[in-house]
Each structure stands twice: as C-alpha cells, then as structure tokens.
C-alpha cells in the first residue's frame, strides 16, 4: 500500500533560524505533493504544493523539494517565525482516480522566542 | 466567504447513540470530503462525494453513512456510535476533483464516545 511519513515528529528551532522538515513517499506513481500547516485546535491549512514535473517551488518564505529518486519531500521555512510554531503534514495524490490523498502523520515544528 | 464550516464543533455521546455531523462550503466545490485524524496517524479519508446526490466511500468507511442532497453541505451520520470512533472528524472541499488540486479544511469537530 501507498504511505507517507515523516522523519521527525518533533522540531525545535530559534526564531529566525531556517527551519527543514522532511517527507518520505513511497508510491513512484504519486505526482501531486502538498504541505499542510495545522495550528493547535484547527483544520489544516494549505501552504505549498509541487508537482512531480517540477523539483523545486517557492512561496512566500517556504520553498518545497521534491526528489523523485528517493521519493523524498521537504518544506524549508526560511526565518522561521512564532506564528509558524504547528504541525505540519505532507501529502500526496496517490495515483489513483479521484483527488484521493494520503497523509503524513506530522512533524511538530516550535519556534523558541 | 466562511468556506468551509462544521457543525458542531465538540460532541460527547454514549456507546449506541446516534448523530449526524454537519459540512458546508460556499466556495461551489464540486468534491466534498469526510477525514478522521487520530493520534499518531495522519488524516484518513472515511466517506468522500464528487457532487451533488453522489457519495462514494473512501480508505475507512465502516461504522459511517453520509449524504450529500445540497452540493454546498456534505453530511456524516454515525448510526451506532463505538469508542473506536473517537476521533477529530475533518471535511474538506475542492473545486473539481478529478484533477490533483488543493482541499480546504474547516476547523474539525471533536468527537468522543464513551
């Protein structure tokens, strides 16, 4: 079966700091990618996505990688502010019909003041 | 626009009861979404609809039933609640679908069984 998971559960950075949490697909087949911040008590939000034709995208202050060779995502915050302190998903449209995704389990980023 | 909206956002039932979650979305999406997210796992999709009378069940559908009568409201019943229901329940929304494209996320609905 299809599976997302992330490396880390849990990340601390300092305030300004660049923050990296990383992602590990495993269906080749997948070729839609989403990062999803979750705040305490909230539905996910979207931040960024990235299809398999690209390797790199950027947003406003996050960038995303892909490498389709070891099926490996991650989301770089640069500056990493309060605010960003949330759980982060990633998730991938698995190759099936329909906008059916699959979901890490998250990585935890706190940003110390 | 409020996207997308649950009803209600916290519920306690006992083992057996009943009750219905309510989803809306004012953004016209055709594809409407159910997920229950559990501790230590991600998002799992339960029931999921691609518009307007049609439903279709996703990776766990046991123990759920929905609706989707309005394009704008998707609904989740639980007939028989069990413990193992206990659960943040997420509806989602995207536009079309068929495409991979973005989903938009309400707040979540917690739900506990007892």
């Known amino acids: 079966g299809e599976s997302v998971g992330l490396h880390l559960p849990t990340l601390s950075v300092q305030e300004g700091d660049n923050s990296i949490i990383n992602c590990a697909y495993s269906?080749?087949?997948?070729?839609?990618f989403i990062w999803y911040k979750q705040e305490s008590g909230k539905g996910p939000q979207f931040i960024i996505d990235?299809?398999?034709?690209?390797d790199k995208r950027q947003g406003q202050r996050v960038t995303v990688l892909l490498n389709k060779t070891v099926k490996h995502l991650s989301l770089q915050i640069a500056a990493t502010q309060p605010g960003d302190s949330a759980v982060y998903f990633c998730?991938?449209?698995?190759?099936?019909?329909?906008?059916?995704?699959?979901f890490g389990t998250g990585t935890s980023l706190t940003v110390i003041p | 626009n409020a996207g997308v909206t649950q009803t209600p956002k916290f519920r306690v039932l006992k083992t057996g009861q009943s009750m219905t979650l309510l989803c809306a979305q004012d953004?016209?999406?055709?594809?409407m979404y159910w997920y229950r997210q559990d501790p230590g796992m991600g998002l799992r999709l339960i029931h999921y609809?691609?518009?307007?009378?049609?439903?279709a069940k996703g990776e766990v559908p046991d123990g759920y039933n929905v609706s989707r009568l309005k394009k704008q409201n998707f609904l989740l019943g639980l007939e028989s609640a069990a413990p193992s229901q206990t659960s943040v329940y997420f509806c989602?929304?995207?536009?079309?679908?068929?495409?991979?494209?973005?989903?938009?996320f309400g707040p979540g609905t917690r739900l506990l069984v007892l």
């Open positions: 989602a929304s995207s536009p079309w679908g068929g495409a991979r494209e973005t989903q938009y």
């Open positions: 269906n080749s087949a997948s070729d839609y």
């Open positions: 990235i299809r398999s034709n690209m």
């Open positions: 998730a991938e449209a698995g190759g099936k019909a329909g906008n059916q995704f699959y």
């Open positions: 953004m016209n999406h055709e594809y």
């Open positions: 609809s691609v518009g307007e009378g049609t439903t």
